[in-house]
């Protein structure tokens, strides 16, 4: 099995449980603004992720200019 989904796996059963055991132990709200936190965090991540794949503009600029000459 590809080990990626094993962990991704894992992982997603350890976050349910320590949601379900924070929720009961110190209330709805403790759970609530971790996982506002975490999803702002992952946002952060997946934002430079994309833009930096992104190829600058004067790469670009400067690919145009080849082909035309």
């Known amino acids: 099995m590809n ?3 094993k962990f991704t796996t ?3 059963l350890l976050a349910v449980e320590l ?3 924070l ?3 110190a209330g709805s709200t403790v759970s609530w603004v971790l996982s506002a936190a975490f999803f702002a965090v992952s946002v952060v991540f997946v934002w430079r ?3 930096g794949m992104r190829i600058p503009i004067e790469t670009r600029r400067a690919a145009r200019a080849r082909r035309r000459v």
């Open 3 to 5: 080990p990626v989904i």
């Open 10 to 12: 894992l992982f997603g």
């Open 19 to 21: 949601a379900v055991k």
């Open 23 to 25: 929720t009961a132990e």
């Open 49 to 51: 992720s994309f833009y």
